[in-house]
Structure formats: structure tokens, C-alpha cells
């Protein structure tokens, strides 16, 4: 098994959809859930900022993380999303094989 991850990545409300789906169509995501109703408090060029945004939950495995942020960054609005990978310790075994399986290229 090659490890599945969970990658988190904000996005404009707008964005989000769009960009689920285009990163699960693509075999670089198994999963996406959509969580509404952030608001984001962060620095920017010096100065504090707040966004109402979503949050990606997404999962993938270890070999395609690279791949995923590639093809997040390629569409993502922002010009430095916030894309952080966690390595899963531990899960239900059916549903990790599950996520390995769905980012598999087909027929690889």
C-alpha cells in the first residue's frame, strides 16, 4: 500500500466545485468534501486579511500528492493556496484500499 494522505486546501467559495471536481475527474482524488462556512484570518503583504472561504478535504495517497498539488495549483485562483498533505496512521482498511484504488490510473 503506498499511504493514503489527507490534503487540506482553502478556496474561494466560488472555486470550490469547480475545483473538487476537476482534481476527482483527473484520478488525483479518490474523495473531496466540501466544508462551507470558513472564515479565514490570515497575513498577507502586510496586513491582516478575512475571507469567507470552503475547505477541501481531500483524499489521495502518498504517490499522488505531488501530482495533486500540481494540478491544484494549476487551477487554484490564489497565488499561494494553502495545500498542506497529513499522512494517515491509521483507518478502515476497506476504505484506504478504496482510495488507493480510485487514483490509480486507469489501467495501471
Not at 472555486?15 to 497575513?43: D, F, T
Not at 494549476?74 to 484506504?96: K, M, N, R, S, T
Request: aromatic share 6%; charged share 25%.
Amino acid at each position: 500500500m503506498a499511504g493514503v494522505r489527507v490534503i487540506l486546501c482553502t478556496v474561494p467559495i466560488d472555486a470550490a466545485e469547480r475545483i473538487a471536481g476537476a482534481i476527482v475527474e483527473q484520478r488525483l482524488a479518490a474523495c473531496v468534501n466540501i466544508v462551507p462556512g470558513l472564515l479565514s484570518i490570515y497575513w498577507w503583504k502586510g496586513e491582516v486579511q478575512r475571507d469567507p472561504e470552503k475547505l477541501l478535504v481531500i483524499k489521495t495517497t502518498a504517490e499522488r500528492t505531488q501530482a495533486l498539488i500540481d494540478g491544484i495549483r494549476a487551477i487554484h485562483p490564489y497565488e499561494v493556496p494553502e495545500i498542506i498533505a497529513l499522512d494517515v496512521v491509521e483507518g478502515f482498511p476497506p476504505y484506504l484500499a478504496w482510495v488507493e484504488e480510485s487514483v490509480r490510473a486507469e489501467g495501471g
